[in-house]
């Protein structure tokens, strides 16, 4: 199959990248040098060019606080370049798999969202992100709008490997115990997307891996899985002074892939200690 992979050089998209290597498919991964998607003529012109059966957007504004700061730039690329993308893929009968994320949500529901729960996004990532989606549903009907959460991985640096500095070096790490979600191994999601990719399935999947936590108990069991303590500074988001509110508990459930039988995702701790010994070798 012919896939376009915009967002390639990111967390997930790195995964997708290395996932699809080992397989007969032909990715085309542009940089946001050579295809920004803000740029309507940029991805109109990449698309008809290759003429991919399937368009994977990984491309996003993702720090929530600088989406706060500079809101022309998170709409540009989170709302305007998946329309973009939609409106290309239209023209050339591709499908469309979108990345979108749990921030879509306020964060008041108290347990795991699915997709059936009504969207109230609280800070500017998330109300970018889904109008990014609504673009999305409104351009074309052959989609598949992808939630994530609080993504790990080895595309760059993230929670996870803070956690894990802070642990082996003996730094203070700071921890906050009121905001909830579901911690997600990007190899995880990349295998699941692909699955889903090869199906003929389509509209809004949760994807993240199985259960939820706070950031202080992604802390504690990094350190008992490297057998360490470390200095942890406990705080509520309140004392957490950033730009942009996070919502307090944007745990996702799986519900869509679980209806259909196809809800791969393994539970977070697990994935986390497959993540640390992957990259750390230390457990
Ligand atoms: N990371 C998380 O915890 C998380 C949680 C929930 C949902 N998600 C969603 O998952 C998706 C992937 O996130 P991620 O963390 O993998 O992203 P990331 O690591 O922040 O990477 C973002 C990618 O977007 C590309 N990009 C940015 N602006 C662009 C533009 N104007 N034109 C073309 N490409 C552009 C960047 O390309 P260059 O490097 O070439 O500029 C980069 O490859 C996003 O939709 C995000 O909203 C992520």
């Given at each position: 199959?012919?896939?376009?992979?915009?967002?390639?050089?990111?967390?997930?998209?790195?995964?997708?990248?290395?996932?699809?290597?080992?397989?007969?498919?032909?990715?085309?991964?542009?940089?946001?040098?050579?295809?920004?998607?803000?740029?309507?003529?940029?991805?109109?012109?990449?698309?008809?060019?290759?003429?991919?059966?399937?368009?994977?957007?990984?491309?996003?504004?993702?720090?929530?606080?600088?989406?706060?700061?500079?809101e022309d730039t998170?709409?540009?690329?989170?709302?305007?370049?998946?329309?973009?993308?939609?409106?290309?893929?239209?023209?050339?009968?591709?499908?469309?798999?979108?990345?979108?994320?749990?921030?879509?949500?306020?964060?008041?529901?108290?347990?795991?969202?699915?997709?059936?729960?009504?969207?109230?996004?609280?800070?500017?990532?998330?109300?970018?992100?889904?109008?990014g989606e609504e673009?999305?549903?409104?351009?074309?009907?052959d989609f598949m709008?992808?939630?994530?959460?609080?993504?790990?991985?080895?595309?760059?640096?993230?929670?996870?490997?803070?956690?894990?500095?802070?642990?082996?070096?003996?730094?203070?790490?700071?921890?906050?115990?009121?905001?909830?979600?579901?911690?997600?191994?990007?190899?995880?999601?990349?295998?699941?997307?692909?699955?889903?990719?090869?199906?003929?399935?389509?509209?809004?999947?949760?994807?993240?891996?199985?259960?939820?936590?706070?950031?202080?108990?992604?802390?504690?069991?990094?350190?008992?899985?490297?057998?360490?303590?470390?200095?942890?500074?406990?705080?509520?988001?309140?004392?957490?002074?950033?730009?942009?509110?996070?919502?307090?508990?944007?745990?996702?459930?799986?519900?869509?892939?679980?209806?259909?039988?196809?809800?791969?995702?393994?539970?977070?701790?697990?994935?986390?200690?497959?993540?640390?010994?992957?990259?750390?070798?230390?457990?």
């Open positions: 199959m012919k896939i376009l992979l915009f967002g390639a050089g990111g967390l997930v998209g790195k995964e997708l990248v290395a996932l699809y290597a080992r397989t007969a498919n032909e990715v085309s991964r542009p940089t946001s040098a050579e295809v920004d998607i803000t740029k309507f003529e940029q991805v109109q012109d990449f698309v008809n060019e290759h003429k991919p059966e399937l368009i994977i957007n990984c491309a996003a504004l993702t720090d929530v606080d600088k989406c706060e700061l500079e998170a709409y540009k690329i989170n709302a305007l370049g998946p329309k973009h993308i939609a409106l290309a893929a239209r023209e050339q009968h591709a499908k469309v798999i979108h990345l979108s994320t749990d921030y879509v949500f306020d964060g008041e529901k108290g347990e795991p969202y699915n997709e059936f729960d009504a969207t109230q996004p609280i800070n500017i990532y998330g109300k970018s992100k889904l109008d673009f999305i549903k409104e351009v074309t009907d709008i992808i939630r994530t959460a609080w993504v790990f991985g080895k595309g760059r640096g993230n929670f996870v490997d803070y956690v894990v500095d802070g642990v082996l070096k003996q730094k203070e790490i700071t921890a906050i115990k009121d905001m909830v979600s579901s911690p997600t191994y990007a190899e995880d999601l990349a295998v699941q997307i692909k699955k889903m990719a090869e199906t003929r399935e389509t509209g809004i999947f949760h994807m993240a891996n199985k259960g939820y936590g706070t950031r202080l108990e992604i802390v504690e069991e990094i350190m008992s899985l490297i057998g360490k303590p470390a200095n942890v500074k406990v705080i509520t988001q309140r004392q957490w002074e950033k730009p942009a509110k996070r919502p307090a508990f944007s745990a996702l459930n799986n519900y869509h892939l679980t209806v259909l039988g196809k809800n791969e995702m393994p539970e977070w701790k697990e994935a986390l200690k497959r993540y640390l010994k992957a990259k750390y070798k230390i457990i």
